[in-house]
């Protein structure tokens, strides 16, 4: 249950770093000359920099592939909601209420409306770079992890067989 409990925090930590920040962005600086660069790189940085930050707990240190591949999910599965609010300023009418159904069908295939939602709002680049560095983390510790399990059994059997 415990572990159930940390893989949705990192649900909704994925989620609220990246389309906070993201919609952050949205309202206050697109059509700037600089809107888009935050979007591709200033957002990743974020949400790695939290990664970072939450992965030196030990409690979260035990979730080497939960935290960042359920931050991902996160990221992913709240996209096309984040984007609807996000282009709100701009004209964005995908919440309003005579939409709200048809925006509910949408949000159910997020994978694939995450990625075209976010080729419209200019958050396609941090997006697909968030999920590639996220991917490489999870894989790297992950395999830290095992190895280290296999390395603590090994010296325990070492130890037992002396």
Do not use: C
């Amino acid at each position: 249950m415990e572990t159930i409990k940390h893989y949705m925090i990192y649900v909704f930590l994925g989620a609220g770093v990246y389309w906070g920040t993201d919609i952050a962005i949205q309202w206050s600086l697109q059509g700037t000359k600089i809107w888009i660069f935050l979007l591709t790189f200033f957002v990743p940085v974020v949400v790695l920099t939290t990664y970072i930050l939450i992965r030196r707990k030990p409690t979260h240190a035990k979730h080497p592939f939960g935290l960042p591949l359920f931050m991902l999910f996160g990221i992913w599965m709240f996209g096309p909601l984040a984007i609807a609010i996000g282009v709100i300023p701009h004209g964005g009418t995908f919440l309003e209420s005579g939409h709200f159904q048809d925006f509910l069908y949408i949000w159910v295939i997020f994978p694939a409306t995450t990625f075209m939602m976010a080729t419209y709002s200019g958050s396609l680049g941090g997006l697909l770079l968030t999920s590639v560095l996220l991917i490489i983390f999870a894989t790297v510790n992950g395999v830290k992890y095992i190895a280290s399990k296999k390395s603590l059994k090994r010296d325990a059997a070492n130890r037992h067989a002396s």
